[in-house]
């Protein structure tokens, strides 16, 4: 083999090992590549938290629209509210 060749093979062996860094180690390696697919993921999750949340809060603010009752019923159960006329019994254990 003449010189130009080990030149050549020396060459294309740096550029196999530079793409091999690259692929394991570098920007856009596999492991980055695999975290980031488990980051969508989790953010995915979290979406649909989200999501049935505000579907949960835009029925509960439809319902306070819509009628007293709601608004009653909050009165009474988180600012223990009475009406007029009617007797509040607690009962203690």
Do not use: C, P
Request: without cysteine; proline residues 0%.
């Amino acid at each position: 083999m003449s010189k130009a060749s080990y030149w050549l093979i020396f060459a294309l062996v740096l550029v196999l090992f530079g793409l091999q860094y690259r692929l394991w180690v570098g920007e856009g390696s596999l492991a980055q590549v695999t975290e980031l697919k488990h980051q969508i993921s989790d953010q995915h999750g979290e979406n649909q938290r989200l999501i049935e949340r505000n579907r949960v809060l835009e029925a509960e603010v439809m319902e306070l629209k819509k009628g007293m009752e709601t608004v009653e019923e909050r009165a009474r159960h988180e600012l223990g509210m009475v009406k007029d006329g009617e007797t509040l019994y607690q009962l203690a254990e």
